[in-house]
């Protein structure tokens, strides 16, 4: 009966013997996703890059289409409202080709 007691217990639980965590399992590591800034989307701009809104994403776009495809960092940062700092927090997710 008491068997039968603590099975109940552990099914109410969703838990299964033994009750300790297994902390040997790691975490898999945080992929970062690329993105071409001189093929995408404002939306996916806003949706990828850290610190960058539908606004900038739109500056982004509109550069790219009055003064051709970015070349480097330092070309993205003559767009208004891109600074060194939002280059640096962004530039593992940044490629140009």
Do not use: C, H
Request: proline residues 4%.
């Amino acid at each position: 009966m008491r068997t039968l007691f603590i099975l109940f217990i552990l099914g109410l639980l969703g838990t299964a013997w033994p009750l300790q965590a297994d902390t040997n399992r790691s975490k898999p590591a945080a992929q970062v996703s690329v993105i071409n800034v001189n093929k995408a989307t404002v939306q996916q701009l806003a949706e990828q890059l850290s610190g960058v809104g539908l606004n900038k994403a739109k500056a982004i776009v509109e550069y790219r289409v009055k003064f051709g495809p970015f070349e480097n960092m330092a070309d993205l940062r003559e767009v208004s409202g891109i600074g060194p700092a939002l280059v640096a927090a962004n530039k593992a997710k940044i490629r140009f080709k």
